[in-house]
């Protein structure tokens, strides 16, 4: 249509309106496509007797099962571009815009044959019948164009022209009365009282030019125009009215009447109007294409032919002015308990092209209500909601109907109601569950037994705790039937320390939810405490033993179990080194024994393994292998520099230090603190060959200490000696 390329439209005239299909296909929601035509341009559509027709691009094409599927039958139309049908009696007439001009078919399209004598211009675009005669509007292709009258079914053809426009596109006719109405697409509309022989045009109220089909409903002539809508004349054409509210495509490209309605096609979708004109609403939901060619329909549904879609269909019904569809025909709420309600809701759609008014919404019984209950208005394809209520005041099956009284057919409409009123009961085998002590780490087990002793189903929606101490299975949707029972399994896991206590909540839908049962329970968990962080031996002579006590103590709340005790020289050894077990502000003592087998400083550690928090717990042995005394009575001096550790070690405030000198030497004793810094120093001079032992009295504060010895032999300075040993004063 954009640039005023010429149109092909569908002819709308009465005598297509009045077939009747006996193949009526189940109602639609929407538009559906029909199936087997190919995706072609359908310029126009028309009913005759059982069979439905379509004019395409591509020829005619027909269906006689109500569009379900569609066979071509061209055989002797030689020009298939097909802008028009027209059905006189029995007699089918194909208008062609490709210089074929008229074809007629008297077997319903099997076979055509050219009716064009005296059809100087055959380049049609629109017919029309009136009793015997048939008419037929032409484009102007260098022949004038205009309009052509047949008395004898096409045989031949008189031009009735008279007052047309010389050159001229007629692209729509209609009938009304004795009259005979002719749109052009640049000159308006045409008025004949006399059979077409002299034409008058009657544009006054149009806006433009452009008219692209007519239609009549009655006395009522309408006229669509390409950019300006629709315009309806109530005087015969003498004047027009533009009628274009709810239209929103001004660009009208057909007409069509069914019954009271009126439908227009546009480039952009499809509309109706129930008012001759005075509102329209949009119909073309379920369309893949907006453009709609052309219209027709059988008494059971109304086709639309779109631009390179092909045909689409949808029930009359759907076009009612007011229609009731409810969302669901029942509602059944199920068991509900006495006392209690539910809800439910219906949803209630106009699926007419009118207001639908629900007057009253109502129900017999009281154990059933519907809201809003009166006053309802619903639009076209808008819905209202109605909440619906389940009261049982009794135990047992409950029935009712929701009715509503509206302006639809078949009103009063009906949902059917039902449900059933129960009183179930919770019972539980136990009003508290208690874990006792639980130890740090595991996990604890008990059960719930729970029964219905009501009637109905008992339905636990779920169970919960509140900590994440406690845990029930199964939590959630439950249903337990009367007099059975279900077994609950609780868990107590032990995270912490510390009496723990919860409720376990059944949430459900008898009387008294939710129902609590308290739980308790208590973590328990040992402490390993020892008497000694370090133990310390001093020197202790090689071939000897010494022994320690350490005791253990267990400061917690449950039993604590060793395991092993571990030492990793042989020289330290532990009793018991076995299995043992304290109970909770229980003791034992272990004896640790220091037996060196050489002489030298001795470190090890001795590892308690248990099931207390920060096993193994460890406490320090040091020792220092001291010569015997055989070795210095054998010897009576030493044979080689040494230094002892110092004894006590740890001491307050006093200790020993002991060396030996193998030769005459210059000898420095010195004490360091961590810092290296010197704080006493006991030797400082030369001596002769032996043993030497030096008190220190600390007079100092508690800490790691270090004592150096330097010693140089005065007859041979090579002959050196330096050790450095620690020591801890504790005060």
Excluded at 685 to 696: D, F, H, P
Aim: proline share 4%; net charge neutral; hydrophobic share 40%.
């Amino acid at each position: 249509m954009n640039g005023e390329e010429p149109m092909r439209n569908i002819v709308h005239f009465l005598f297509s309106m009045f077939v009747v299909s006996n193949n009526v296909s189940p109602l639609l929601a929407q538009w559906v496509q029909t199936g087997g035509l190919p995706i072609t341009n359908i310029y126009s559509l028309v009913v005759s007797g059982a069979n439905l027709f379509a004019g395409t691009d591509n020829g005619v094409f027909r269906s006689t099962n109500n569009g379900t599927s569609w066979t071509r039958v061209n055989s002797g139309l030689h020009d298939t571009l097909v802008n028009a049908l027209g059905v006189s009696g029995t007699n089918l007439f194909a208008g062609t815009g490709e210089g074929g001009g008229v074809f007629l078919s008297t077997n319903n399209g099997t076979s055509w044959t050219a009716a064009n004598s005296g059809l100087t211009t055959p380049y049609v675009h629109s017919l029309a019948v009136r009793g015997t005669d048939l008419f037929a509007g032409t484009e102007d292709q260098g022949t004038g164009g205009g309009v052509f009258l047949s008395t004898n079914n096409g045989t031949s053809w008189t031009a009735t022209s008279t007052g047309l426009p010389t050159r001229t596109f007629i692209s729509a006719l209609a009938v009304s009365g004795t009259n005979l109405f002719a749109g052009t697409w640049s000159g308006g509309v045409f008025l004949s009282t006399n059979n077409g022989t002299n034409w008058t045009a009657v544009n006054s109220g149009l806006t433009n030019m452009k008219a692209t089909s007519l239609a009549v409903i009655g006395t009522n002539l309408f006229v669509g125009i390409f950019g300006g809508g629709v315009f309806l004349s109530t005087d015969s054409a003498a004047s027009w009215t533009a009628v274009n509210f709810g239209l929103t495509d001004t660009r009208v490209i057909s007409l069509f009447v069914r019954d009271t309605n009126l439908f227009a096609g546009t480039f952009s979708g499809l509309f109706i109007s129930t008012n001759k004109g005075t509102s329209w609403t949009s119909v073309d939901r379920g369309l893949t294409s907006p453009y709609v060619r052309s219209l027709g329909a059988t008494s059971a549904h109304i086709f639309a032919g779109i631009d390179g879609g092909g045909v689409w269909r949808r029930p009359m019904s759907d076009f009612q002015p007011q229609l009731f569809d409810a969302s669901s025909p029942s509602i059944s709420f199920g068991e509900v308990v006495v006392g209690s309600n539910k809800k439910s809701s219906v949803y209630v759609r106009s699926t007419g092209i009118g207001v639908l008014k629900i007057d009253s919404a109502r129900t017999s019984s009281k154990e059933f209500a519907v809201t809003p209950h009166s006053m309802v208005s619903i639009n076209p394809s808008d819905s209202a909601k109605f909440e619906v209520d389940f009261s049982p005041t009794s135990v047992g099956a409950k029935s009712d109907t929701a009715w509503f009284i509206d302006n639809a057919p078949g009103s009063p409409h009906m949902v059917a109601l039902t449900g059933v009123g129960i009183i179930p009961k919770l019972f539980s085998s136990s009003t508290v569950l208690s874990f006792g002590n639980g130890a740090l780490g595991l996990v604890y087990k008990d059960s719930i037994y729970v029964k219905n002793t009501g009637s109905g189903t008992l339905r636990i929606d779920s169970i919960r705790t509140k900590t994440i101490a406690f845990a029930i299975t199964p939590n959630n949707n439950v249903n337990i039937n009367a007099s059975d029972s279900l077994k609950f399994i609780v868990t107590f896991t032990v995270t912490s320390t510390g009496a723990k206590n919860d409720t376990v909540s059944f949430y459900h839908n008898a009387i008294g939810s939710p129902y609590n049962i308290p739980v308790n329970g208590t973590g328990v968990a040992p402490e390993f405490s020892s008497s000694s962080s370090a133990i310390s031996y001093g020197d202790v002579l090689v071939g000897s033993s010494k022994k320690d006590s350490v005791y253990l103590k267990n400061i917690g709340s449950a039993l604590l179990k060793i395991d092993s005790v571990r030492t990793t020289s042989q020289e330290f050894a532990v009793t018991p080194n076995r299995s043992v077990t304290i109970n909770p502000s229980d003791s034992l003592v272990c004896i640790v024994t220091f037996s060196p087998l050489s002489t030298g400083a001795k470190n090890d550690t001795v590892s308690f393994f248990d099931n207390a928090v920060g096993s193994p717990h460890k406490i320090p042995l040091s020792g220092n292998g001291a010569m015997t005394s055989a070795e210095e009575q054998d010897e009576g001096v030493p044979r080689e520099f040494l230094l002892s550790q110092n004894f006590p070690n740890p001491f307050n405030p006093s200790t020993t230090l002991r060396y030996g000198v193998p030769i005459t030497s210059r000898v420095r004793l010195l004490i360091y603190n961590t810092l290296g810094q010197v704080v006493a120093e006991l030797v400082d001079g030369e001596q002769a060959r032996g043993w030497y032992k030096v008190s220190w009295i600390a007079d100092v504060s508690t800490g790691i200490y270090f004592y150096r010895i330097e010693a140089v032999g005065v007859a041979d300075p090579n002959n050196n000696f330096v050790q450095v040993k620690k020591m801890l004063l504790l005060k």
